[in-house]
T-cell receptor, first 117, second 113 residues
Framework: NAGVTQTPKFQVLKTGQSMTLQCAQD?????MYWYRQDPGMGLRLIYY???????DKGEVPNGYNVSRLNKREFSLRLESAAPSQTSVYFC????????????????FGSGTRLTVV | AQSVTQLDSQVPVFEEAPVELRCNYS??????LFWYVQYPNQGLQLLLK??????LVKGINGFEAEFNKSQTSFHLRKPSVHISDTAEYFC???????????FGTGTRLTVIP
């Protein structure tokens, strides 16, 4: 089925370990996003990539890096995990700006539940 | 900058009763407005959207929302809820021409049999 695929679905890290969350979409979307979801705080944008070759910081970028590997793939890296990064991470994609993009909205992956101990 | 306020963090309602989930936004420019639904352990799904035109927007699963520019609101309604509507609902806003969505903190709707 077409959509956004995130791996892994679950991960436990020790403080200071590093890891990369993978995201791939097969809908030919231009833009991709990483959000984190915390109880009572909704979804907050970490980084986004408006198009292949570009990345920009969102609301909460500290402690993260991203790579837009190609049009399909957008990865999120935690270089030195901290307990404050315990969260559920969602990747999303969309067409670019304009009516076409917003008519379809964002498509979300099913999330990665990360625990840092 | 935009912000979204969902005043009710939890809304319990009996099955077949009507429900309204409130959303207010702040923005000095034109906006696009969205409601997303998240079922347990799943990602978010688009419920409905307002881009332009009619202020009453109909979405999936019998939900509708009304854009009120003067009150900067985009409340979500359903005349008769079902058990299967139990989920978390997020309101989101974007400036026209921008590429980012800003989400509210969510409202957990619990339908009681």
């Amino acid at each position: 089925n077409a959509g956004v695929t995130q791996t892994p679905k679950f991960q436990v890290l020790k403080t200071g370990q590093s890891m990369t969350l993978q995201c791939a979409q097969d809908m030919n979307h231009n833009s991709m996003y990483w959000y984190r979801q915390d109880p009572g705080m909704g979804l907050r944008l970490i980084y986004y990539s408006a198009s292949e070759g570009t990345t920009d910081k969102g609301e909460v970028p500290n402690g993260y890096n991203v790579s837009r590997l190609n049009k399909r793939e957008f990865s999120l890296r935690l270089e030195s995990a901290a307990p404050s990064q315990t969260s559920v991470y969602f990747c999303a994609s969309s067409f670019n700006t304009g009516t076409r993009g917003w008519n379809y909205g964002y498509t979300f992956g099913s999330g990665t539940r990360l625990t840092v101990v | 900058a935009q912000s979204v306020t969902q005043l009710d963090s939890q809304v319990p309602v009996f099955e077949e009763a009507p429900v309204e989930l409130r959303c207010n936004y702040s923005s000095s420019v034109s906006v696009y407005l969205f409601w997303y639904v998240q079922y347990p352990n799943q990602g978010l799904q688009l419920l409905l959207k307002y881009l332009s035109g009619s202020t009453l927007v109909k979405g999936i699963n019998g939900f509708e929302a009304e854009f009120n520019k003067s009150q900067t609101s985009f409340h979500l309604r359903k005349p008769s809820v079902h058990i299967s509507d139990t989920a978390e609902y997020f309101c989101a806003v974007s400036q026209t021409g921008a590429n980012n969505l800003f989400f509210g903190t969510g409202t957990r709707l619990t339908v009681i049999p």
